[in-house]
């Protein structure tokens, strides 16, 4: 399959990935019947999966190195299981000692519970992108939406009148069991693919140990932080306001447009998911091209999206219910233009990471966004409520977009701007299918 239908078909994927996740916010936020009570789901979950992108670091490693020792493969793999089934059955224990001995929050109960999981999909799925298998990876990145979709929908069937507490108790553990079978299904995929065998046996291996230290402490620092950044603004509302029942009602209602204005970042991670292991088996200048490239791909992409998605927004409002979430337009329309930043930057990072092997990189820029963006919230937030989040946000991201690009000039020895100048060829394979489609519909209509 070549590159370009590759992107295409991932694109689709990650457009179904967006259009599934959208439909969970929506149902949640109907059958939860206080917007509060979605709101905290919201936050358990962006908590659990901040534990996916720190434990995704280390997965890094092993999906870094798979292209480039190919033959090591199976070694590789195994240290993988070794380090992340051990790493994840660690956490599990001190939740459970947690939830024994300490009574935590529901928001912070079932954030220890599903971590571990998010562990386990992370190694998993940067597996299959190390493999190359983009349509198991596509399969896989939908599958826990659908299964927490057919599960929950199967649940409201049959229990229409139960009590709110009961509704979201079962929301937080069909979500769980939604995970649990998203990455039974993803391991199998993986091992499937190492025709099984050696590669499911859990090895430790000196010679992966030492650099799988080095690698991945750093990249699971740059990633954690880079989610941090990604969530600071949704975070800080319940941390600088206090926490009663009309700032759960705000954290709620923010949650909404955060949802809707990041499927951009869903979609662009169509380009990223090809580019990955390029990025990662490449010389550095070919490396460079494909940054570039992938880089103004995105761009454009994002661009598109955002119009698409500034149009669509009042209807997404109407489907969540006005009454409840139309206080979350404003914000939207002020997060978009960050976020379509924000994808690009996101791109940019992983040339420091697959290809320069320097995640430190990533955490010095993130750590001085979030510092950014979090002092620019402690003094707007207060002031403007969620629409200072999304300010904050938007500004945070224009200038870790503006590091990156310098950043990679100074290192790469290559232009900056040709990360972000696009191109007449570039808009080639856009204006193609647009005319495409339009031969289409006048046969169509011709009959």
Request: glycine share 8%; charged share 15%.
């Amino acid at each position: 399959m070549n590159g370009r239908k590759t992107i295409f078909l991932t694109f689709v994927f990650r457009g179904l990935s967006a259009v599934l996740t959208f439909a969970t916010s929506v149902i949640t936020a109907r059958y939860l019947l206080y917007p509060g009570d979605r709101g905290d789901f919201q936050r358990s979950t962006t908590y659990a999966t901040s534990g996916q992108r720190f434990a995704g670091g280390y997965s890094n490693y092993f999906s870094r190195s798979l292209p480039r020792r190919p033959e090591e493969g199976t070694q590789i793999v195994q240290m993988g299981n070794f380090v992340m089934f051990l790493f994840s059955i660690l956490v599990w224990i001190v939740a459970g000692l947690i939830i024994w001995f300490g009574h935590p929050s529901t928001i912070l109960l079932f954030s220890l519970i599903g971590m571990p999981l998010t562990f386990l999909f992370g190694y998993g799925s940067r597996l299959l992108n190390a493999l190359n298998a983009i349509q198991e990876l596509n399969i896989a990145n939908i599958l826990q939406a659908v299964a927490f979709l057919i599960i929950y929908l199967g649940y409201i069937l049959f229990h229409r009148h139960t009590g709110e507490h009961a509704r979201l108790l079962w929301t937080y553990q069909i979500w769980i069991i939604s995970w649990a079978i998203s990455v039974v299904a993803t391991l199998i995929a993986v091992y499937r693919h190492m025709n099984w065998g050696e590669s499911l046996k859990w090895k430790w291996h000196s010679k992966e140990w030492k650099a799988f230290l080095g690698f991945g402490t750093w990249s699971s620092l740059a990633l954690l932080s880079g989610y941090v950044n990604l969530r600071i603004d949704f975070w800080m509302i319940g941390w600088v306001l206090p926490y009663d029942d009309a700032t759960r009602r705000m954290i709620s209602v923010y949650g909404i447009a955060v949802s809707a204005a990041e499927i951009l970042i869903t979609l662009s991670q169509s380009i990223s998911t090809v580019v990955f292991r390029r990025m990662s088996a490449s010389s550095d200048d070919e490396a460079g091209l494909v940054t570039e490239n992938a880089s103004r791909q995105t761009l454009i992409t994002s661009i598109i999206t955002a119009f698409g998605l500034a149009i669509l927004m009042p209807v997404l409002v109407l489907v969540y219910g006005v009454h409840k979430y139309g206080g979350s337009v404003g914000p939207f329309y002020i997060l978009l233009p960050g976020l379509v930043l924000k994808t690009v930057s996101t791109l940019i990072s992983q040339y420091f990471t697959n290809s320069k092997g320097k995640p430190v990189t990533l955490l010095i820029v993130n750590m001085l966004m979030i510092a950014l963006n979090a002092l620019i919230c402690l003094v707007l937030i207060p002031l403007l409520g969620m629409y200072g989040a999304s300010i904050s946000s938007t500004i945070a991201y224009t200038a870790e977009l503006l590091t990156y690009v310098f950043w990679y000039a100074r290192t790469s020895g290559r232009k900056g701007r040709d990360l972000l100048y696009i191109r007449k060829d570039d808009l080639r394979p856009y204006a193609e299918m647009t005319l495409g489609v339009l031969r289409r519909a006048k046969r169509l209509r011709r009959g």
